[in-house]
């Protein structure tokens, strides 16, 4: 499975983006998508997912201020951040597990960084 990021950047504090990812190639009809995020120094943490049948789950930190949506026909995830803070700030990895092990994809990762 290849996963391609979308949409990171540079905003100011109390501002929004939108993450987007898209997969291809071996991808399953049960699978989770989401995001996850990175800073030097530090484990990389759940930011949030969403299974095939819509279940969901956040990161306490974000819920609230961030939703995740996808398009199974398009094998999309996004991820709208509102209210960004500036330990918001982090590298963001979109996230694909296959099936029902579970089989783990990564993207490259896409620098969001918020300004305060």
């Known amino acids: 499975v290849q996963l391609v990021e979308s949409g990171g950047g540079l905003v100011q504090a109390g501002g929004s983006l939108r993450l987007s990812c898209a997969a291809s190639?071996?991808?399953?009809?049960?699978?989770?998508m989401g995001w996850y995020r990175q800073t030097p120094g530090k484990q990389r943490e759940l930011v949030a997912t969403?299974?095939?049948?819509?279940?969901?789950n956040y990161a306490d930190s974000v819920k609230g201020r961030f939703t995740i949506s996808r398009d199974n026909a398009k094998n999309t995830v996004s991820l709208q951040m509102n209210s960004l803070k500036s330990e918001d700030t982090a590298v963001y990895y979109c996230?694909?597990?296959?099936?029902?092990?579970?089989?783990?994809?990564w993207g490259q990762g896409t620098q969001v960084t918020v300004s305060s």
């Open positions: 190639g071996s991808t399953s009809t049960i699978n989770s």
């Open positions: 969403i299974t095939s049948g819509g279940t969901t």
């Open positions: 996230n694909y597990q296959r099936g029902w092990v579970r089989e783990e994809f």
